[in-house]
């Protein structure tokens, strides 16, 4: 005899004629979300009936719903109910009505964790309700599946993990247990540790988002001001709906955020005789130096940008209070009055101060942006002429090296310092052992550890005197600390990472999707080590929004003057 189906089984079977569901026993929504990730009900016709818990009409074409519970923890009690085109709601539709929904149950996205919904055929009757409480959570749940669809209020508390998307669609992304860290930055690309990081990364990420689909209209409007906070600020309760769309577990925010800002750090200091800076000036381009010119291929699009752009590269570089500076990205555009460097210089100077740069005579390199070496003349002396490594990887993809001695003025021993930008991680092109090998460090390994080969090779002739073993390669490597470019240096070539020898412990210049980490580095001769006295990240960009830069709001000051933050040195040679 076959066994007697049960109550719930009854229920599905009745309900999978188009809306053949009793008007007086709806199901209840945990059953249309069933306890895996997507429904079991999908396709079918079902009835349900909540309470409206957040009205997306607007941003998201609908609502939410939740009942009271099925009693299956596994199962969610919240549900999202898509108004297509033509289906019209009640005007009695408002959150805290308790509404019933006739539709057919669908899967929003692709993949397994699509968000489960209901398009709805007919809504109503609405009438008053109560509006359920949200579920606490005070930890990263170990699965955000039982909550799909449902209210919740996290105090956790939150980190501000990124806000590159928060122009763009209204989202901020946050996490669980302090700031995000690539991978790679913590450990070997490929290792079990690696996969580890990545995997965390994964589950303690939650997008706070704003209810819409596209660019918000004016500012944000669960941030007081509609400004965005600094990475690393603290977010202490965040209320709204749990849902996973496009790919991310988020959090549809349904009241204001309260976020206690993370301060901004006032310039470094570092003890030493003698200090040494590294900035990547994020594309400073000058048009023809005389205020035409632009756009030009990078950069600022106009003159007024430009000067903008230039005040701040000026106010960091002056906070900084180094005696020599290697620069990344200016434009390529030699060294008379008109060009990138000699503007720079210029205004640096402005107040009175001495700075000079170092002139190669050409390039260095055929590339559309080259680094560059500036100096204080009343604190230290070049010594000799420089030097470039031209050829091989230096060549259209991976800027050209250069090198320069000085000395401290009144002083005899002296510095190497090497300014370096190895090719980024951009695909464009990448074929081979350059393309993406799927272990996290993106395209152009290859080419950057040849690269670094190459740097140490060259090095270790020493290009610029038999005496000068004093060495500090600076710049963005483009690459994080573990992977192989900054490995092989370290391991291989028995270079010093100057933060490890100062002790200072997660360092990071650069925050690129929410993951925070360094491309830029400081590494130093086993001669040089012994010399370093502190080394230190002013965390003036990085960690900024995007917004505050020079083509934002143009906040005044040295905030998010680049995309890189810059590092400070301090030597007694």
């Known amino acids: ?87 019209a709601a009640p005007d009695t539709l408002a959150v805290g009505a308790r509404c019933r929904v006739r539709g057919t149950v669908a899967e929003l996205g692709s993949g397994r964790e699509s968000l489960t919904a209901i398009e709805a055929a007919a809504v109503g009757p609405c009438r008053p309700g109560r509006t359920p409480q949200p579920q606490l959570i005070t930890a990263v749940p170990g699965d955000w599946e039982p909550l799909e669809g449902m209210a919740g209020r996290i105090q956790a508390p939150l980190t501000v ?125 000058n048009g023809d130096g005389r205020g035409g010119g632009f756009p030009t291929p990078r950069g600022a699009r106009t003159e007024a940008a430009m000067r903008a752009q230039l005040a701040k590269l000026v106010a960091t570089i002056q906070a900084l209070d180094a005696g020599i500076a290697a620069l990344m990205e200016l434009e390529n555009d030699g060294y008379g009055p008109e060009s990138s460097i000699a503007q720079l210089v210029e205004a640096l100077n402005a107040d009175g101060a001495q700075w000079r740069f170092v002139d190669t005579g050409h390039g260095p390199g055929g590339d559309t942006i080259r680094v560059g070496l500036i100096y204080r003349a009343d604190r230290v002396v070049p010594r000799g002429r420089p030097a470039m490594l031209e050829g091989g990887p230096f060549g259209q993809r991976s800027r050209v090296p250069l090198a320069q001695a000085f000395v401290r003025k009144g002083g005899r021993v002296p510095l190497v310092v090497v300014a370096n930008h190895f090719k980024s991680k951009g695909c464009s092109e ?55 470019p900054l490995h092989w240096l370290r391991s291989e070539g028995g270079w010093r990472d100057a933060f490890e020898v100062a002790g200072v412990e997660r360092p990071w210049s650069y925050v690129y999707r929410g993951h925070s980490g360094r491309l830029d580095h400081a590494l130093l001769s086993p001669a040089l080590a012994a010399h370093l006295r502190g080394a230190a990240e002013w965390h003036v960009n990085a960690d900024e929004p995007d917004e505050a830069g020079y083509a934002g709001r143009n906040e005044p000051g040295p905030w998010r003057s680049s995309d890189h933050d810059p590092l400070l040195l301090g030597f007694d040679l």
Request: proline share 8%; charged share 20%; hydrophobic share 40%.
């Open 430 to 484: 990448a074929e081979g052992a350059d393309a993406d090998q799927g272990d996290g460090q993106g395209c152009w390994n290859a080419l950057r550890l040849e690269s670094a080969r190459r740097l140490h090779q060259w090095l270790a002739g020493r290009p610029l005197g038999p005496d000068l073993e004093r060495v500090v390669l600076l710049g963005d490597f483009n690459a994080y600390a573990m992977e192989d």
């Open 161 to 285: 993990a990124g806000s590159h998307d928060l122009g763009r669609y209204g989202e901020l992304l946050a996490s669980f247990g302090g700031r995000l860290w690539q991978p790679a930055e913590l450990a070997r690309p490929g290792s079990a540790e690696h996969a580890r990081i990545a995997a965390d990364n994964a589950r303690l990420r939650l997008l706070l988002d704003d209810g819409g689909s596209g660019r918000p209209h004016g500012p944000v409007p669960y941030l007081e001001g509609g400004r965005a906070p600094r990475v690393g600020s603290t977010i202490t309760a965040a209320e709204g709906i749990l849902e996973h769309r496009h790919g991310s577990w988020r959090l549809q925010l349904t009241a204001p955020l309260a976020l206690q800002p993370a301060p901004r750090p006032a310039p470094p200091t570092v003890p030493g005789t003698l200090k040494v800076a590294a900035f990547n000036l994020e594309n400073l381009f």
């Open 1 to 87: 005899m076959s066994p007697r189906p049960s109550r719930h089984a009854w229920s599905l079977l009745l309900c999978a004629a188009a809306f053949a569901c009793d008007a007086a026993s709806p199901l209840a929504i945990g059953q249309v979300q069933g306890a895996d990730a997507r429904s079991p009900l999908l396709g079918q016709a079902v009835t349900v009936e909540g309470t409206v818990t957040a009205d997306f009409r607007t941003g998201l074409e609908g609502f939410y719903l939740q009942d009271g519970g099925d009693g299956d923890p596994r199962t969610s009690d919240g549900i999202f109910v898509r108004l297509p085109e033509g289906v």
